[in-house]
Antibody, heavy 116, light 106 residues
Framework: EVQLVEAGGGLVNPGGSLRLSCATS????????MNWVRQAAGKGLEWVSS????????YYADSVKGRFTISRDKAKNSLYLHMNTLRDDDTAVYYC?????????WGQGTLVTVSS | DIHLTQSPSSLSASVGDTVTLTCRTS??????VIWYQQRPGKAPKLLIH???SLQSGVPSRFSGTGSGTDFTLTISSLQPEDFATYYC?????????FGQGTKVEV
């Protein structure tokens, strides 16, 4: 069974940093493109970032470019999102999702709240 | 960026009804549309990819059509578990973008 489990969310001050992680199991992580997608409360889905299976291709939404960094660790079957210079509008549930362009498996999400 | 517009934003329906949700894209994208279902408090679930291909395990009452700029998701014989919000997404080019969602409610 495919499992994606996010962790690392919490309350952070504007301008602060946070690192999210996504532990995976049940599939060949090293063969899978991985993504972060977020959702503000009561709002729609927003794609944040993608990383290819080999880590060589990385993409970001304009809203996070230069502030967020996606990475992966093949040995730990884990995905990460390093978030810097956080803003109020980064407040959202962050999901990790598997897939190159269609996201066929999702984690349960981790809540990031940016507030003073 | 490719913009997706879903209509209606919400609709009321009853168990057993057939409903049709629409997604329009700001440029032609062949059949590169995906549909997700999201129940309250849950992660999205992939229903349909490539505009009309049913994801494994998804009931056959869900169907998708369309190409170019206009796409539809039809749910036949609504079941209680189908009351949820549905999102379309384009898989044609980065940045991947979603529609704003259609909420199907009682």
């Amino acid at each position: 069974e495919v499992q994606l489990v996010e962790a690392g969310g919490g309350l952070v001050n504007p301008g602060g940093s946070l690192r999210l992680s996504c532990a995976t199991s049940g599939f060949t992580f090293s063969h899978s493109t991985m993504n972060w997608v977020r959702q503000a409360a009561g709002k729609g889905l927003e794609w944040v970032s993608s990383i290819s299976s080999d880590g060589n291709y990385i993409y970001y939404a304009d809203s996070v470019k230069g502030r967020f960094t996606i990475s992966r660790d093949k040995a730990k079957n884990s995905l990460y999102l390093h978030m810097n210079t956080l803003r109020d509008d980064d407040t959202a549930v962050y999901y990790c999702a598997r897939g190159a362009a269609e996201f066929d498996n999702w984690g349960q999400g981790t809540l990031v709240t940016v507030s003073s | 960026d490719i913009h997706l517009t879903q209509s209606p934003s919400s609709l009321s329906a009853s168990v057993g009804d057939t409903v049709t949700l629409t997604c329009r894209t700001s440029q032609t994208i062949s059949s590169y549309v995906i549909w997700y279902q999201q129940r309250p408090g849950k992660a999205p679930k992939l229903l349909i990819h490539a505009a009309s291909s049913l994801q494994s395990g998804v009931p056959s009452r869900f169907s998708g059509t369309g190409s170019g700029t206009d796409f539809t998701l039809t749910i036949s014989s609504l079941q209680p578990e189908d009351f949820a919000t549905y999102y379309c997404q384009q898989s044609y080019s980065v940045p991947w973008t979603f529609g704003q969602g259609t909420k199907v409610e009682v």
